[in-house]
Nanobody, 123 residues
């Protein structure tokens, strides 16, 4: 089992950048595939990005492709989401999630979740 804690959210302006971090407990972090999701007010939670256990494979939602980048540092038990050129529509609570095998894009495919960190982008 793995525990996840997100950090790095905040209030920024359109065009700004933020880097979210997700720190994981446990000695087997490097074996987990990780995902980032977000949930805006009144909307369903949606996939943002995913990364393989080694970091060699990544996937990003079309809405963030070219602006957001997922990465990880297994020595630090941390996965990151670098967010550039932020837009008001990126405002949401951002969650990281973990699963044992394979890149995945659906909420139900991830058994482990963090509590989320709020990102607010003002226009």
């Amino acid at each position: 089992q793995v525990q996840l804690v997100e950090s790095g959210g905040g209030l920024v302006q359109t065009g700004d950048s933020l880097r979210l971090s997700c720190a994981a407990s446990g000695r087997t972090f490097s074996s987990y595939y990780m995902g980032w999701f977000r949930q805006a007010p009144g909307k369903e939670r949606e996939f943002v990005a995913a990364i393989s256990w080694s970091g060699a494979s990544t996937s990003h939602a079309d809405s963030v492709k070219g602006r957001f980048t997922v990465s990880r540092d297994n020595a630090k038990n941390t996965v990151y989401l670098q967010m550039n050129s932020l837009k008001p529509e990126d405002t949401a609570v951002y969650y990281c999630a973990a699963r044992v095998a394979g890149l995945a894009y659906k909420i139900y495919e991830y058994p482990y979740w963090g509590q989320g960190t709020q990102v607010t982008v003002s226009s």
